[in-house]
């Protein structure tokens, strides 16, 4: 391990899907001040809707989302009846007829819920918000559910981008991780979706699982150029087993140190790019006819809870037990509990745990995080004048990254700071000197690389 990973790999910092990041949302934004958030979204805005759905019919040992394992459809259906009110509630604030840019369904295994009943639901949005002509309707996928019938749904849907969650592709790993789907399972799923039209598609893969050596990962980045979906997102596996109890079923000695787990990382990404992928900022890939590397050349790549997205909507309404939205005053969460989520629907409140209210201040300091973390550039005075803001609210910049300057991580010309090469594995610790919550955090983090 070099100095500079010795130094900077280790470190507990966000991933920067949002600003200010969830571990400062409070219950100080109550269901009554989101609702009145909600009425007072200029009739122009258009918007993006995510959906959550919180069962899987098994948990894998890696997990971090917010799901449960079920084998029985009816929680399921009761669920989507609930979820069905919760839009009512958010209609009855938000009114109708309402412009959408982009829909995302995660869980979970969203595409658990049967056909009438998922179809009930796109129905729904279908008659009460106005799909954009070219609206991008995703959706995340188990490739062991994927089969001709639950492709020809997704059609029937309007579903336009699927998303699998691949991981690795080797046997030892995917017992380690409890997550059993061989390559032709996978190759079948891609199958049934390519056959019914649906050929925007992407896989999840990670690394610093227990078992992953360079050679169960270049197998795996073969694989995933034989089957060429247009994006790939790479993510690190983050062991938190004080926060996910069932993570405890990965045994800590299997996982690989941090020397190895900065050495899978590179080995993945030197890969992926040698088989035609063009690197997204932090964790993303993309073959170079898929819009999201033309967004990317084009100025036009966004950072969100999805990761990195082609979706301009700057409105996130989000849907299900633990979704979390975005409005011009702030971010919101749904109750992360199902129990108190479905009571609180049934009795007519929007099911809203908790939030962060945003000024200029955060959201200036948002963009300058967003700009790093997607391009590894920005000007932060001409951020600040972009939000009415002087510069001398970044006075402690240059004293703030004066190591990482010094290191060779970043660099700073007037109010320009750049990311350089060696430092972009660690653009997450140059984003943090922007963030002015971090210091004050007691939540801990997945390491920087």
């Not at 799923?189 to 893969?205: E, K």
């Not at 800590?252 to 990382?265: C, F, H, V």
């Not at 969100?304 to 979390?324: H, P, R």
Request: with cysteine.
């Amino acid at each position: 391990m070099t100095d500079l990973e010795q130094k900077y790999a280790s470190l507990n910092v966000p991933r920067y899907t949002s600003y200010p990041t969830a571990p400062h949302f409070s219950e100080a934004v109550t269901p009554s001040l989101y609702g009145g958030w909600l009425e007072s979204i200029p009739r122009d805005t258009p918007l993006s809707l995510y959906l959550h759905v919180p069962f899987c019919q098994e948990m894998c040992h890696y997990c971090g989302c917010n799901t449960k394992a079920t084998r029985k459809m009816a929680p399921v259906l009761a669920y989507v009846e609930l979820m069905l009110k919760e839009i009512d509630l958010v209609l009855k604030r938000l009114g109708t007829g309402r412009e959408v840019l982009h829909i995302h369904w995660g869980g979970g295994t969203p595409s658990l819920v049967p056909r009438e009943a998922f179809l009930k639901i796109v129905d729904k949005l279908k008659a009460n918000f106005v799909f954009s002509e070219d609206i991008e309707h995703a959706i995340e996928l188990d490739p062991r559910t994927v089969g001709d019938y639950l492709a020809e749904t997704l059609k029937m849907a309007g579903i336009t981008r699927t998303s699998l969650g691949v991981q690795d592709f080797d046997e030892d790993v995917q017992k380690q991780i409890g997550r059993i789907q061989p390559y032709n399972t996978v190759k079948k799923a891609v199958t049934a979706l390519r056959n019914v039209g649906l050929h925007d598609i992407n896989f999840d893969l990670m690394y610093g699982l227990p078992g992953q050596s360079e050679k169960t990962i270049r197998e795996t980045v073969e694989y995933t150029k034989e089957l060429a979906p247009g994006r790939v997102a790479l993510f690190g596996y983050a062991h938190v087993p004080w926060f996910k109890k069932h993570q405890q079923l990965i045994k800590e000695e299997n996982l690989p140190g941090a020397n190895e787990r900065i050495r899978l990382s590179d080995v993945s990404r030197d890969a992926l790019v040698e088989a035609g992928y063009e690197v997204i900022g932090l964790d993303h890939f993309a073959l170079p006819t898929d819009e999201m590397a033309i967004a990317l050349k084009e100025g036009r790549l966004r950072r969100n809870f999805q990761g990195y997205t082609t979706d301009t909507a700057d409105t996130l309404i989000g849907f299900g037990c633990s979704s979390i939205g975005f409005l011009p005053q702030g971010y919101i969460q749904t109750t992360p509990s199902a129990r108190e989520w479905e009571r609180m629907v049934v009795d007519d409140v929007l099911p809203i745990k908790k939030g962060i209210a945003v000024d200029k201040v955060d959201l200036c300091r948002a963009e300058i995080i967003m700009q790093l973390m997607t391009y590894y550039e920005v000007d932060y005075a001409a951020t600040a004048e972009k939000h009415g803001l002087p510069v001398s609210e970044f006075a402690s910049i240059p004293t703030d990254m004066q190591e990482m300057i010094a290191d060779g991580v970043a660099t700073l010309e007037g109010t320009v700071v750049t990311v350089t090469d060696a430092g972009r594995r660690y653009v997450r610790v140059v984003a943090a000197a922007f963030d002015t919550y971090l210091a004050t955090q007691q939540a801990r983090h997945s390491v920087a690389v």
